[in-house]
């Protein structure tokens, strides 16, 4: 049977189109008018509470592996510590992690605690020393002046990037010498370094704290061989794979060696991003509630406006059934035109905030200068499917009532 035959013998599809077309006059029809407003709002607002809940989940984990990778493999210790003890290069597990599907990149790094002193300011900082097969793309996209440094694997170099943070606190600029000094076996020693360029992540503890420079300055000052590290960090090409390849790297490194996942180094703050995850809900669940009762307040106003007409198709001997698909045809259009709102409304405020970034945040407090969006398709479609389903659902509760009206009753008070 071709769609059209369908529409045109199906008698509850024909009664439904023909109460929509002639509602315009009708008092339901301001309450329809209201309950896809309503979805349509619903939506939109649930769609871009996700959008910017995952974008800024995004955002932050961007910002927090672009520091120290998805996964650090250093040598095994009780103790947390920012001056780990140095393992060789050449591991057995090396080539066998790089290889694996799931990993896009491996680098080598080290870190010591340093002290930077100008003449009127101190600061306590970190020296993270990388080689020349460290990855820039994290700080290329955020440096504010200047630019990164060359790491090769003949000559040294003195050059390193420090945060805006830690510039503007000790009043240093572009190009400045700085002098950071380290305690080495109970002793002092000074290191000199050149300024090359400035960064902002916007996360403030990390954008404090580091200073990045070469790895050979951290081996020459705990005396370490150049065949000598600090550890392995571990770059994921999904980060919903963490935790499983996490394990995965455990399992591979050996009984003194140790892998911690980027999660269990910074557990407050995926801990603070997993707290959205219920504010988010509760918002949904609030917002679920008002469209529910919206949209139950219209559909029982359809009926009861269409007491009459129900009398007389039960006269007629069409069952409760069949009445009720009239009205739920008629709950379809109402979720289908809000929906379709809903989607555009949401899709041009996500796209306006994405391309000009109206709304603006403190960094200091949320990490990011202005609201993160994230479109992901997944989302959008179960956002989609679960409105349809809730709003569908919510309508067959009152189309019950129409089995409890009588045809005698409907006719004689219509």
């Known amino acids: 049977m071709q769609s059209k035959d369908f529409f045109r013998l199906n008698t509850e599809f024909f009664l439904a189109n023909r109460l929509v077309s002639r509602s315009k006059g009708n008092f339901s029809r301001t309450f329809i008018i209201i309950a896809i407003a309503g979805i349509a709002l619903g939506l939109a607002i649930m769609f871009i509470a996700v959008a910017i809940l995952t974008g800024f989940k995004k955002e932050i984990r961007e910002k927090v592996v672009g520091f120290s990778g998805h996964i650090q493999v250093t040598r095994f210790s009780e103790n947390s510590t920012y001056e780990p003890q140095p393992i060789e290069k050449r591991q057995p597990f090396y080539y066998k992690i790089k290889q694996t599907d799931e990993i896009s990149h491996i680098q080598e790094f080290a870190t010591k605690a340093g002290i930077i002193k100008t003449s009127e300011h101190i600061q306590g900082v970190i020296l993270k020393g990388i080689g020349s097969d460290y990855n820039w793309d994290f700080f290329k996209n955020r440096m504010v002046a200047g630019h990164t440094f060359n790491v090769n694997d003949s000559i040294r170099t003195d050059e390193v990037i420090v945060s805006r943070k830690t510039a503007n606190m000790l009043n240093l600029r572009l190009n400045d010498d700085m002098r950071m000094y380290f305690i080495v076996i109970n002793s002092t020693l000074g290191r000199k370094f050149k300024i090359a360029g400035i960064y902002d992540t916007g996360l403030e503890e990390f954008d404090k704290l580091y200073v990045i420079g070469d790895i050979r300055h951290i081996q020459k000052l ?193």
């Not at 003194?256 to 557990?267: F, G, R, V």
């Not at 059934?321 to 379709?340: D, E, Q, T």
């Not at 009588?406 to 004689?412: F, K, L, N, V």
């Open 222 to 414: 705990n005396n370490w061989t150049a065949s000598q590290v600090g550890g392995y960090e571990v770059y994921l090409k999904k980060f919903e794979d963490i935790d499983r390849m996490g394990v995965f790297v455990y399992h591979q490194i050996g009984f003194n060696l140790d892998a911690s996942t980027i999660k269990m180094l910074n557990q407050q703050i995926f801990d603070w991003l997993d707290l959205q995850d219920i504010n988010v809900l509760i918002i949904l669940i609030l917002i679920v509630l008002v469209s529910a009762t919206t949209i139950v307040s219209t559909l029982l106003i359809l009926i009861l406006e269409r007491t009459g007409m129900i009398g007389i198709l039960k006269a007629l001997g069409m069952p409760d059934k069949g009445i009720r698909k009239v009205f739920l045809y008629n709950a379809f259009y109402i979720v289908s035109w809000g929906m379709l709102f809903g989607n555009i409304l949401a899709f041009t405020l996500c796209i306006l905030q994405k391309t000009f970034s109206l709304v603006k945040l403190s960094e200091e407090t949320y990490y990011v200068s202005v609201i993160p969006i994230n479109l992901d398709a997944w989302n959008i479609l179960v956002i989609n499917l679960g409105t349809l389903v809730i709003c569908y659902l919510i309508f067959i509760v009152p189309s019950f009532i129409i089995s409890r009206i009588t045809p005698i009753r409907a006719i004689r008070f219509s």
